[in-house]
């Protein structure tokens, strides 16, 4: 059974940082793509950034360049480092399974709040 465990959330000012890390268990984490998803208030669950097995990387326009997906595949750990944190970025925060896609149930997801 898939297990999806995020942390790393918490209240940041504006300007500001955070790691985001996602335990993954219950499948070959090192041969599946992970994302990170986000979800605010009254909007839609959105993919934020992934990564394939292989590296690759994908990131959604809002985030490039302040957001940084990695992997580290002998942990089944996958992190999101965000930078450069704004209001807008205030969301739950999830990770799954798949490049550009969820293959799997929801984890709890970690909230992040940027506020000052």
């Known amino acids: 059974q898939v297990q999806l465990v995020e942390s790393g959330g918490g209240l940041v000012q504006p300007g500001g940082s955070l790691r985001l890390s996602c335990v993954a268990s219950?499948?070959?984490?090192?041969?599946?793509?992970m994302g990170w998803y986000r979800q605010a208030p009254g909007k839609q669950r959105e993919l934020v950034a992934s990564?394939?097995?292989?590296?690759?990387?994908y990131y959604a326009d809002s985030v490039k360049g302040r957001f940084t997906i990695s992997r580290e595949n002998t942990k089944n750990t996958v992190y999101l480092q965000m930078n450069s944190l704004k209001p807008e970025d205030t969301a739950v925060y999830y990770c799954n399974v798949g490049f550009v896609r969820p293959a799997a149930h929801w984890g709890q997801g970690t909230q992040v709040t940027v506020s000052s």
């Open positions: 990564i394939s097995s292989g590296g690759t990387t």
């Open positions: 219950g499948f070959i984490f090192s041969v599946n793509a």
